[in-house]
C-alpha cells in the first residue's frame, strides 16, 4: 500500500505532507503529556516493532501468503496518537533508510497509512468492543475489525489519491502525467484486493496478536491509557453516578449501568467518522458517465451493452417514483452541483440517523430488561480483575525477562491503581527515575 | 556402507519419511511447486533488510563523489532533484535524468550492475505491468497505434497517450527511486539523522527514528531466532490455521519483547542522565566541494525543468 515515487504529482504530495504537519503535531503533544519522558523509547521501539510487522507473512488458503500492515494493531497497543508518531517513523525509515516507499511522497503514505489507518481503525475499535473486559472475546474480534476497517479506509484513501491524478494531471493529447487510472478503476481495483484479502489479513491477525496477548502478557495491553482505564472499571462504575444525563438512573443498582464516558467518545468517533464522509461526497461529482442508465434509460449506451432497445422492465418502472426532493443529488436546475451533494448527503444521514434511532428506541428498552435479569455484571469485573492480577503475578515471575524490569513496572502499576487517572499521574516517572 | 552391513530383518520405515512432503522441499514430487512456507519467506524478508543494510553501509564507506558531500547537501539537493524529476514531463528529459543517476553512481563507486537492479527490481518494473492495461484504448482515450484486435465488436488497441503515460510514469519513477537508492546508500545512517536535525526536523523525532532504527536490528533477530527454531521443529506441511495462530503469537511477544526492551533503554538512558532532552554532536562544515554540488544540482534542476519547458 506504499506509494512510491512518481505516481503522484508533486502538488498531491504536498497537500498531504502539508496536511500531516498538524497531525504530528497534535501528536506530538499527546503522546509528551501522557507518557513524557518515558516516550522516546516506547515509540521508538514501537515503530521498529511496527516495522518489523509489515514484513510478516501470513499464510493464507492457497497456499500462499500476504503481509499485514498493522497500524490498528500498534494504534490499540499504544494508543492513536503514539500510533500515528511509531507508523510516521517506520515509514521514514524505509524511505530514507531503505529506500522502500517513496520520499517526496512520504506525506501521502503517512497521511494512508499512519493517520487514516490508525486512526479509522482504532474508532471502530472502540466503538465495537465498547466497555467490555479487556480480556473479553468481544474485545478481539473487534480489534479485528478495525483492524479489517482501518486497513480498507487507508486503502480508499490510496484509491482516492491515485484516481485523482489522471483527471487533475494530464497533457494536451490527454497522456496521463502520473498514476494512468481514473477513479471508477483504481477505487474497485484497490479496495477489491483489501476488502478480498488484506483486509482478511489484518483482521487475522490483528484478533490472533489480541488474543495471545490477553492470554500471555495482559500488562503490556495496559499500555494504551484507555486500557489502563479498565481496570478500575468496578470502582469507576460506582464512582459515575451521572445524575444529570439520567442514564444512571435507567440503569439502576443492579443492571448493567449504559456507557457513560466510553459511550461517549464511540459516538464521538462515529461522528466524526460521518462528517468526514458527508465532506467527502462531492467527489462522485468527479466520475465520468452514470451507473447503467441511473438517472434516465435514455442515456443508456445502447451499442456499448449490444442491446437493441431499452429493456421493457427499465422502461416502465423508470418513471416510477417522481417526488424526489434532490433529484440526483442536486437542487433544481443543477446549481451548485458540489454544495447540493453536501446537503444531500446531511439531510440523508440525518433521515437515516433518525430512523435508527427510532428503531432503537422501539427494541431497546426490551432488550436492556433482558439483559438486567442476567445482572453478571460485578462478578464478571471482579473475575476479570482476578484474571489480570494472575496475569500481572505470572509476568513478574517470568524466568526469561529481566525480573527488575517487571517488579519496576509492576511497583509501577500498583502505584498507578492509587490514582484515578493512572495515564496522567506525574509520579510514574519519579518512581522510574530513582535508582534502583 | 549399505552393503557391508550383514543382511537383517527388514524393518519397515516410517510412512511419513517416505511421503513426499510439500512443506519440506520445493523440489519433492508432490507435484505441487511452492516458493516457501511464510516461515522461510519472513526469515528471507527479514535477512533482505540486514541485506540492504549492509550494502549500503559498504557503498556508504567507499570513497566515491557523493560519500565527500556533507549529508545536509546531499539531503535537501537530492529532494530538489526529486522534485525536479516529478515535474519533467518530456520523455527525452527523463531519460536524460535517468542516465545522470547512473552517472552518479559511478563517480561514487557503487557496482552498477547492483545498483540497477536494485532500482529495477524494487518498483520500476511492478510499475510497468501495473500501467500496461492503461495503454489500452479502454482506459486512455487517443489514436490506437498498436492494434490488439477486437472484444465484444470494439476494437482494442494500445493508443499513443496510453503509450506516452507508461513510458513516463515507468521512467520517472525509475529516476525517483535511484535518485533515493543514491541518497540511502551512500550516507551513514548516523549522518542522515544529523542532517534531518539539521533541517528542522523536531529533535525528539530524530531520537525516535535513531533508537528505532538501532533497535530494529535487534528485533529483527529475534524474529529470526523465532522463525528458525519454528523451522527446526516442523516437520512436514502445516495447515494455514495453526501458522496463523503461530504468526499471531510470534507478533505479540515480539511486542511483549519490545515493550520490556524500552523500558530497558529507558532506564538505561535516565542512568546515563537523560531528562528528556536530546542533544546532538553537530560537527558539519560546509567545503569547497559542497559548494560546488550545490551549484551542480541547483543548474541540473534548472536545466532538467527549462528543457522539459521548452520542449
Known sequence: MHIPDGYLSPATCAGLGAGMVPAWWAAGRRVRRVVTSRSVPLLALGSAFCFVVMMFNVPVPNGTTAHAAGGVLVAILLGPWAAVIA???????????????????????????????????????????????????????????????????????????????????????GAPLYAPFHLSQTIPAVLGAHLLVAGVVELALTVGVLGYLQRANQPVLRLNPAH???????????????????????????????????????????????????LLTPLGLLAPGTAF???????????????????????????????????????????????AYLVSALVGTLVIGGVVLGLSALVGPRQRRRHGDAAGHPDDAADVDLRAAAGRVQDSGHPGGAPDVDLRAAADRVENSAHDAPAEAPDRDAAAAVPA | ???????????????????????????????????????????????????????????????????????????????????????????????????????????????????????????????????????????????VVVPLGSWFGHRVGMTAPGLTGAARIVLRVATSVSVAVLLTTTTRWTRLLAALRALLVPRMF???????????????????????????????????????????????ALFGKSHQLAEEVHQAMVARGYVGDARTLSAFRLRALDVAWIAVAVVAAGALVGLDRGL
Not at chain 1, 305 to 319: E, F, I, T
Not at chain 2, 87 to 106: D, E, K, N, R, W
Not at chain 2, 209 to 216: C, D, E, H, I, S
Request: hydrophobic share 50%; net charge positive.
Open chain 1, 228 to 278: 489502563a482505564r479498565l481496570r478500575h472499571r468496578p470502582a469507576a462504575v460506582d464512582a459515575e453516578p451521572e445524575p444529570a444525563s439520567g442514564q444512571g438512573a435507567r440503569g439502576g443498582a443492579a443492571g448493567p449501568v449504559r456507557p457513560g464516558r466510553g459511550g461517549g467518545t464511540g459516538w464521538r468517533w462515529a461522528l466524526i467518522g460521518l462528517a468526514v464522509m458527508v
Open chain 1, 293 to 339: 442508465g441511473e438517472s434516465s434509460p435514455r442515456q443508456l449506451d445502447l451499442a456499448a451493452y449490444h442491446l437493441d432497445a431499452v429493456p421493457h422492465g427499465l422502461q416502465r418502472y423508470a418513471g416510477f417514483w417522481h417526488g424526489a426532493l434532490f433529484d440526483g443529488y442536486g437542487f433544481a436546475g443543477a446549481r451548485h452541483p458540489t454544495v
Open chain 1, 87 to 173: 507508523v510516521s517513523t517506520a515509514l521514514l525509515i524505509q524511505a530514507l533508510f531503505f529506500g522502500d516507499g517513496g520520499v517526496l511522497a512520504y506525506g501521502a503514505n503517512c497521511f494512508n497509512l499512519a493517520l487514516v489507518m490508525p486512526m479509522v481503525g482504532y474508532g471502530t475499535y472502540r466503538l465495537a468492543a465498547g466497555r467490555s473486559a479487556l480480556t473479553s472475546r468481544r474485545r478481539a474480534v473487534a480489534a479485528g475489525v478495525g483492524g479489517y476497517v482501518g486497513i480498507n479506509a487507508g486503502a480508499l484513501c490510496v484509491a482516492i489519491e491515485l484516481g485523482l491524478q489522471p483527471t487533475l494531471f494530464h497533457d494536451a493529447q
Open chain 2, 206 to 252: 530524530v531520537l525516535v527514528l535513531g533508537v528505532a532504527y538501532r533497535y530494529l536490528f535487534h528485533l529483527l533477530g529475534s524474529v529470526t531466532d523465532m522463525y528458525e527454531a519454528r523451522r527446526a521443529r516442523t516437520v512436514g506441511a502445516e495447515d494455514g490455521r495453526s501458522g496463523r495462530a503461530f504468526v499471531a503469537a510470534s507478533a505479540g
Open chain 2, 1 to 143: 556402507m549399505t552393503a557391508t552391513l550383514p543382511p537383517a530383518a527388514p524393518v519397515p520405515t516410517a510412512r511419513w519419511l517416505l511421503e513426499p512432503q510439500v512443506g519440506l522441499c520445493a523440489c519433492a514430487p508432490s507435484g505441487r511447486r511452492r516458493k516457501g512456507t511464510y516461515v522461510t519467506r519472513t526469515i528471507d524478508a527479514a535477512a533482505g533488510v540486514v541485506r540492504a543494510a549492509l550494502f549500503a553501509e559498504d557503498a556508504a564507506a567507499q570513497p566515491g563523489l557523493l560519500q565527500r558531500l556533507d549529508a545536509r547537501v546531499k539531503l535537501v539537493t537530492l529532494l530538489g532533484l526529486l522534485v525536479a524529476v516529478s515535474l519533467v514531463q518530456q520523455i527525452p528529459v527523463l531519460v536524460v535524468a535517468y542516465a545522470a543517476t547512473l552517472v552518479l553512481a559511478v563517480l561514487s563507486k557503487l557496482p552498477l550492475g547492483a545498483f540497477v537492479r536494485r532500482v529495477w527490481l524494487a518498483i520500476p518494473l511492478f510499475t510497468g505491468i501495473v500501467v500496461l492495461p492503461a495503454t489500452l484504448n479502454l482506459i486512455t482515450k487517443g489514436h
